[in-house]
């Protein structure tokens, strides 16, 4: 806008002020994108027409920096407020129009996540405040919006205190600020929420709702409110109220024309979530990919929510059996982190691993399961971190389908390392073990000692190859004791029971060696655990088994 469009009366004090006006009415239906326009024309209008330090330039810096606040523009909208605050300091009579402005821009840092710039400007305002000659609906704002700070900052009894304060004051006052005292129950409620306080939280949220719907607050707001909701219900295992609030938010959202794709999104992904826990794989999968569409229309698009939707998609495609769908979404999440593998380790190996087990089911000729699995492996140690034992004992046991028997020494090693650290920890550092989780780690641990034992007896390594064999033996015994007649263990010990006499066998042309081996493995079983062990024990019965074939 040119200083001829002033001179040739294309620019009006009316016209910018319906600029202005526009703006706003733009923004209370959630058209925010036309409320900016709006508001850009309307303040260059402004520029040109009124005084540097006139107010009505800061009144709409403080009203455009709410739009930009919708929106995610906090830096620009922090810019503004500060800019009111020096035009305000700049005419007389404008002590609550600073401490306006102050607010605003405390509101701006909060969005923005600087919490302590947040928390100065805010008691700033108070100051300011306090000198007017206290305005106890004010205060009451102030007080709420100080609480709702703590509870960023987790200084969750500093906020509750302050909330309560908020609501007292709120509750003595004959003629209240609706907007504020909904919003203050919403604060209370989250605050319960974060400590734990969960049916409380929901009660507090329930009438903040029920507050918001009545004065007909923004739908952002009541859809904000439907999200902790749903969070609330999801902590108290009410699932079916959780999703029917998070769909509710979406509903309210997209009937007000928000153009957030980052709200949308997290909501279709909690509900996808939820759906996946409870076997939903079909309604889980169609949820994520309505996050997909959501997470490709933000302007800044994110390199890790999109990787994030992926591997949930390619997740629930392998939990449906649909292996070659889930293999092709895993892939898409190895090509948007390739360009910077380093700094998402973590997350290229859950991808691998999970690809490892597509393949595993597709039994490709072309990609080899064990071949991903090591690549996941890798990522764990390149993190200097312990890779699961679970994924080691499965790499383990496909190098030995694949005759990969150094490889697989290996991983069972670090399966086997893993797993016994587990039973190590202390009762109270472990999850609360049940029978079946028990039973799992049990079976696990035989499996690691039988594949090791498995790869000494094709590498001709007798001796070891028994002292393994025997130790996956007394595992499988202990498994069986958790779930007696257990079939797949019963067969465990019988394929066990199998190797030891083809280890005799294979020996048997020189009985003295055969014995030998045997006696040495059990000399070795003596000296690791002890002659009363149940491992020495089970070795003197294959010794004597071995001394009766002469």
């Known amino acids: 806008?040119?200083?001829?469009?002033?001179?040739?009366?294309?620019?009006?004090?009316?016209?910018?002020?319906?600029?202005?006006?526009?703006?706003?009415?733009?923004?209370?239906?959630?058209?925010?994108?036309?409320?900016?326009?709006?508001?850009?024309?309307?303040?260059?209008?402004?520029?040109?027409?009124?005084?540097?330090?006139?107010?009505?330039?800061?009144?709409?810096?403080?009203?455009?920096?709410?739009?930009?606040?919708?929106?995610?523009?906090?830096?620009?909208?922090?810019?503004?407020?500060?800019?009111?605050v020096v035009i305000y300091s700049n005419n007389s009579g404008r002590e609550k129009d600073i401490l306006n402005a102050y607010t605003h821009l405390g509101i701006s840092y909060m969005r923005r996540g600087e919490k302590e710039k947040a928390l100065e400007?805010?008691?700033?305002?108070?100051?300011?405040?306090?000198?007017?000659?206290?305005?106890?609906?004010?205060?009451?704002?102030?007080?709420?919006?100080?609480?709702?700070?703590?509870?960023?900052?987790?200084?969750?009894?500093?906020?509750?205190?302050?909330?309560?304060?908020?609501?007292?004051?709120?509750?003595?006052?004959?003629?209240?600020?609706p907007t504020i005292e909904a919003c203050l129950l919403l604060s209370m409620g989250i605050n319960l929420e974060n400590t734990g306080n969960y049916e409380e939280a929901l009660k507090y949220c329930t009438v903040a709702w029920h507050r918001q719907t009545e004065i007909k607050m923004s739908p952002l707001d009541i859809a904000i409110t439907e999200d902790h909701i749903g969070s609330i219900n999801e902590r108290l295992g009410d699932w079916g109220n959780a999703i029917k609030?998070?769909?509710?938010?979406?509903?309210?959202?997209?009937?007000?024309?928000?153009?957030?794709?980052?709200?949308?999104?997290?909501?279709?992904?909690k509900i996808g979530n939820i759906e996946t826990m409870h076997g939903l794989y079909s309604e889980a999968i169609s949820s994520y990919k309505n996050?997909?569409?959501?997470?490709?229309?933000?302007?800044?698009?994110?390199?890790?929510?999109?990787?994030?939707?992926?591997?949930?998609?390619?997740?629930?495609?392998?939990?449906?059996g649909d292996y070659y769908a889930a293999s092709l979404y895993l892939k898409k999440v190895l090509k948007l982190f390739q360009a910077d593998q380093i700094h998402h380790l973590k997350e290229l190996a859950l991808v691998y691993q999970k690809l490892g087990d597509c393949m595993a089911n597709v039994q490709s000729q072309k990609e080899k399961p064990e071949d991903y699995y090591l690549k996941a492996i890798a990522c764990y140690h390149s993190l200097t971190e312990q890779a699961p034992a679970s994924l080691c004992l499965i790499c383990g046991i496909n190098l030995i389908n694949a005759q990969r028997y150094k490889e697989s020494l290996y991983c069972s090693e670090e399966a086997l390392r893993g797993y016994?650290?587990?039973?190590?920890?202390?009762?109270?550092?472990?999850?609360?073990?049940?029978?079946?989780s028990l039973f799992s780690t049990f079976d696990s641990i035989a499996q690691c000692y039988y594949n090791i034992g498995f790869v000494h007896y094709v590498s001709v390594e007798y001796i070891s190859a028994v002292k393994e064999f025997i130790q996956a033996y007394v595992w499988y015994k202990k498994t069986l004791a958790l779930q007696p007649e257990n079939p797949s263990t019963v067969e465990s010990l019988h394929v066990c029971e199998e190797q030891l006499k083809y280890v005799y066998e294979l020996n048997s042309k020189d009985h003295a060696l055969a014995v030998s081996i045997f006696e040495k493995a059990g000399e070795g079983l003596e000296k690791e655990y002890g002659a009363e062990s149940d491992e020495f024990n089970v070795a003197k019965k294959w010794i004597q088994y071995a001394r009766s074939q002469s």
């Open 245 to 269: 609030a998070y769909r509710l938010a979406i509903s309210i959202y997209q009937e007000g024309y928000y153009q957030d794709h980052f709200n949308l999104l997290i909501w279709y992904k």
């Open 420 to 436: 016994s650290q587990y039973l190590e920890q202390k009762p109270e550092d472990k999850q609360e073990d049940n029978n079946d």
């Open 1 to 84: 806008m040119s200083r001829f469009d002033y001179l040739l009366g294309r620019i009006t004090l009316d016209s910018a002020n319906q600029h202005i006006y526009g703006g706003k009415v733009f923004a209370d239906k959630g058209l925010f994108e036309s409320a900016i326009k709006h508001y850009k024309k309307g303040l260059q209008m402004y520029e040109h027409l009124l005084d540097a330090n006139d107010p009505r330039i800061a009144n709409a810096y403080l009203n455009y920096s709410t739009v930009l606040r919708r929106v995610g523009s906090y830096d620009e909208a922090a810019d503004l407020c500060q800019k009111a």
């Open 291 to 320: 996050a997909l569409y959501h997470a490709k229309c933000l302007k800044d698009n994110s390199v890790f929510e999109t990787a994030d939707i992926y591997y949930a998609i390619g997740l629930n495609s392998y939990l449906e």
């Open 121 to 177: 400007a805010f008691l700033r305002s108070k100051e300011l405040l306090a000198v007017q000659g206290n305005d106890v609906q004010t205060l009451a704002s102030l007080l709420y919006y100080i609480g709702s700070l703590y509870n960023d900052m987790e200084r969750f009894d500093e906020a509750w205190d302050t909330l309560n304060q908020s609501y007292e004051i709120l509750s003595s006052l004959t003629e209240k600020d």
